[in-house]
C-alpha cells in the first residue's frame, strides 16, 4: 500500500487508514484483531481512534492487539480528544485540562507512550483556542505526541489555528467523498496554503458509495441503525443517489468495485493524504483493501467530477465606483 506525506510534514501514513470507531460498540474484539491482522498484511500502517470512541472501548481493544498483531514501532497511531457523551448526550470541552487528562487516559489504554498524531478533535467555541493549541503543543513538546493537528475545522478556523499554534498543525482530518465535497469551497483551499493534510473520514459515505443501500436498506447496516442512520440518510437519494449511480456505471465500466473507484477519485484530490476507512466487519473490510488504487481515466474523473460538483452560491463582485 502507498505511503503518503501528511501536508509539508514528514509524517508519513498508509493511503488507507484503519478507522476503529465501530470497536467496542458494533464490532467485538475478535473480529477488531481480524481486521488489524488483515490491514496490516495488506501494507497498511495507519490507524485511527479518539478517546470517544465507545467511551474508550476502541482504544482499550486497540491497546490490547498493539505489540501483539504488529509490533508499536510499525504502526501510525492517531487519536483525538475535545469530545465525549455524557447521559446520551455530546459534549465539547478542548479545554487544557480536558484535553490533556484525555490525553493521559488515551495512552494508558493503548499502552503507549506516544502517539504519532494527536488531534483537537472539533472546534470548541466555549474555550479559547489558543488555549487549545498550548495542550497540543505541550503534547509534541513532552514527547506524549510527535505530531499535532486538528478535527472537522472550517476554513477561517484552521487559519485562525495555525496562525496562532505553537507547534505546526500537520492535519486537518474532515469529512470529504463524492457526495461530501462541502470542503473544497474553503477548506481545501486553506490547507494547501498553510501546508496542511486532509486525512478524510466517511470516504465511501458511511457506505452509501458501495452501492449496498441501491434497493434496499440490509438490517444490519448502519442506516437501519436508530444511533446511526442520521449519518447515511442524506446520501440515499436524490441528487447523491445520481451521484451513486453515475459511480456504480463507470465502476462496471472498468470492472473495478464501486469502493475501489470512489477511493481511487479521493486519493487523486489535491491535498488528500489518506482515506480512512472504518468497517464494522471482517467483509466490508476485504472489499476495499482488494481495491486497486490506481489513477481512474481521465474522462471518467472528468464525468465523475461534474456530477458530483457542490452547488455553490454564486457570489457577485462588488468593483468600487
Not at 470541552?93 to 490525553?103: E, F, G, K, P
Not at 487549545?132 to 476554513?155: D, H, I, K, P
Not at 474522462?299 to 462588488?318: C, F, G, N, T, Y
Request: aromatic residues 4%; glycine residues 10%; charged residues 20%.
Amino acid at each position: 500500500m502507498q505511503q503518503r506525506y501528511v501536508g509539508n510534514s514528514g509524517l508519513r501514513v498508509s493511503a488507507l487508514g484503519l478507522g476503529t470507531m465501530s470497536w467496542g460498540s458494533g464490532t467485538d474484539q475478535e473480529t477488531a484483531q481480524a481486521q488489524l491482522q488483515d490491514f496490516v498484511a495488506a501494507g497498511g500502517t495507519t490507524i485511527d481512534t479518539a478517546a470517544s470512541y465507545a467511551e474508550g472501548r476502541s482504544e482499550a481493544i486497540l491497546g490490547g492487539l498493539i505489540g501483539v498483531v504488529i509490533p508499536r514501532a510499525d504502526v501510525v497511531l492517531i487519536s483525538k480528544a475535545g469530545m465525549h457523551r455524557r447521559a446520551g448526550r455530546r459534549m465539547v470541552d478542548t479545554s487544557r485540562r480536558a484535553m490533556l487528562a484525555s490525553l493521559d487516559a488515551s495512552l494508558a489504554r493503548l499502552r503507549t507512550d506516544h502517539l504519532d498524531l494527536w488531534l483537537a478533535q472539533t472546534w470548541d467555541p466555549n474555550v479559547p483556542l489558543d488555549e487549545t493549541l498550548g495542550a497540543l503543543e505541550q503534547a509534541v513538546t513532552s514527547g506524549r505526541a510527535r505530531y499535532a493537528g486538528v478535527s472537522n475545522f472550517g476554513g477561517w478556523q484552521l487559519g485562525c489555528a495555525a496562525s496562532l499554534s505553537g507547534t505546526p498543525l500537520v492535519a486537518n482530518q474532515v469529512e470529504y467523498s463524492l457526495l461530501q465535497r462541502a470542503i473544497e469551497s474553503e477548506v481545501v483551499p486553506a490547507a494547501e496554503h498553510l501546508g496542511t493534510g486532509l486525512l478524510c473520514w466517511a470516504p465511501l459515505g458511511g457506505g452509501a458509495l458501495t452501492g449496498k443501500y441501491r434497493n434496499q436498506i440490509p438490517a444490519d447496516s448502519r442506516a437501519a441503525r436508530d444511533d446511526r442512520s442520521a449519518q447515511v440518510q442524506p446520501y440515499l437519494g436524490g441528487q447523491p443517489a445520481r451521484i451513486t449511480e453515475a459511480l456504480l456505471t463507470a465502476a462496471r465500466g472498468l470492472d473495478r468495485s464501486p469502493a475501489d473507484v470512489a477511493l481511487s477519485w479521493l486519493l487523486a484530490r489535491p491535498g488528500v493524504a489518506g482515506a480512512l476507512v472504518g468497517a464494522r466487519t471482517l467483509g466490508q473490510l476485504h472489499n476495499v483493501l482488494d481495491a486497486r488504487l490506481e489513477p481512474l481515466p481521465e474522462q471518467i474523473e472528468a464525468v465523475l467530477d461534474e456530477v458530483s460538483a457542490p452547488r455553490w452560491p454564486q457570489l457577485r463582485a462588488v468593483v468600487p465606483a
